[in-house]
């Protein structure tokens, strides 16, 4: 790939258990690559999700069907003839990325730490500190690490603001999401530990499907609580802007309410978040809530410092704000079109 115009074909995992992360961090690197003159195709599940698709589509991406059987994967992404593939998957197997480099077609692999099993010309791992993990790199293979490159869509870009906002009313105002489809079930367990700080606030809970908002339904605030059900929506960056504290999962939004600087409270909701949750806690960047199975049984003590501290909230805003300019993708989609040069770490 060079700065001509290409064909970039994008094959992420998405669905009902996968949840939309993948889609939507490649859906940044998309809007990229198409500001710069390059097309785009998505090749995943979006059927499966609405939301993805509106996503997607809306933005005036093409989008295929993947394949039934896995092992038909590469050569459905290579019969589009793309000039290079993004893959972004916890589940296809190795030979399609080995099957795709083989037919002279460039690779982008996101991976989350171990980047084992993914063989690609270029390896993106946009987490807090990757910077600093030694993962062997392949002769041939380039890595890009850490929050440097985060890829940010046109929504978070247009609404981080030009310095950290200072927000703060009488009561505080909490956004609590969890991804498009909450996968684990996270916002009741949260809402229910949001009312068991006996604190004033008023909160925004967006509610992925029927299921999750009936279970948010049955708590009961205490006084000075009011609750608002949404679901998912375009102007979330807006609501997570506004807002003075935010409650998500330790995924891609992680690195979304830095950039946007949001002091954002954070739950560990998978094992695969795992790393990034303890990283950006110790980092000081975000506060800790804990890990999701032991929220369902047990307190969250650090929420009810997280909503009766305005200076707490304000020294997060202002780091994470510090953390993350928003201009990650540019970094990765200038040494895409420089034809991935062959340098090994550029961390």
């Known amino acids: 790939m060079t700065a001509a115009p290409a064909?970039?074909?994008?094959?992420?995992?998405?669905?009902?258990?996968?949840?939309?992360?993948?889609?939507?961090?490649?859906?940044?690197?998309?809007?990229?690559?198409?500001?710069?003159?390059?097309?785009?195709?998505?090749?995943?599940?979006?059927d499966s999700v609405p939301w993805a698709r509106s996503q997607v589509l809306g933005r005036g991406f093409a989008a295929a069907v993947p394949p039934t059987d896995p092992d038909d994967d590469a050569k459905a992404l290579i019969a589009?003839?793309?000039?290079?593939?993004?893959?972004?998957?916890?589940?296809?197997?190795?030979?399609?990325?080995?099957?795709?480099?083989?037919?002279?077609?460039r690779t982008l692999a996101l991976v989350d730490g171990d980047p084992a099993g993914r063989p690609a010309d270029l390896w993106l791992d946009?987490?807090?500190?990757?910077?600093?993990d030694r993962w062997p790199v392949p002769d041939g293979t380039t890595r890009l690490a850490g929050l440097d490159y985060a890829l940010m869509r046109d929504d978070l870009r247009s609404e981080r603001p030009a310095t950290p906002d200072r927000l703060e009313g009488p009561v505080p105002t909490v956004l609590a999401f969890f991804g498009g489809t909450d996968p684990f079930g996270a916002a009741p367990v949260v809402l229910e530990r949001l009312v068991g700080t006996g604190q004033p606030w008023q909160a925004t809970?967006?509610?992925?499907?029927?299921?999750?908002?009936?279970?948010c339904r049955e708590i009961v605030p205490a006084a000075g609580q009011e609750v608002r059900l949404i679901a998912p929506t375009?102007?979330?960056?807006?609501?997570?802007?506004?807002?003075?504290?935010?409650?998500?999962?330790a995924?891609?939004?992680?690195?979304?309410?830095?950039?946007?600087?949001?002091?954002?409270?954070?739950?560990?909701?998978?094992?695969?978040?795992?790393?990034?949750?303890?990283?950006?806690?110790?980092?000081?960047?975000?506060?800790?809530?804990?890990?999701?199975?032991?929220?369902?049984s047990g307190p969250a003590p650090a929420l009810a410092g997280l909503v009766g501290e305005a200076p707490r909230r304000a020294e997060l805003r202002e780091r994470g704000w510090n953390a993350v300019d928003g201009r990650g993708r540019e970094r990765v989609a200038d040494v895409c079109e420089a034809g991935f040069p062959r340098t090994g770490d550029r961390t």
């Open 7 to 46: 064909l970039v074909a994008f094959r992420c995992d998405a669905g009902p258990r996968d949840g939309i992360g993948h889609v939507m961090r490649c859906v940044a690197l998309a809007e990229e690559f198409a500001t710069r003159g390059h097309q785009i195709v998505f090749v995943a599940d979006l």
């Open 80 to 105: 589009l003839r793309p000039d290079m593939v993004v893959l972004d998957s916890y589940r296809l197997p190795s030979s399609v990325y080995d099957d795709v480099r083989a037919a002279g077609v």
């Open 126 to 132: 946009q987490n807090i500190g990757a910077e600093a």
């Open 205 to 215: 809970v967006v509610v992925a499907n029927e299921q999750t908002a009936a279970a």
């Open 234 to 249: 375009p102007t979330l960056a807006r609501e997570a802007r506004a807002a003075d504290l935010v409650l998500s999962g």
């Open 251 to 296: 995924g891609t939004s992680s690195w979304e309410l830095l950039c946007l600087g949001a002091a954002a409270g954070l739950v560990c909701v998978a094992d695969n978040q795992a790393t990034s949750y303890e990283r950006a806690v110790e980092s000081g960047l975000v506060a800790g809530l804990g890990y999701l199975e032991a929220l369902r």
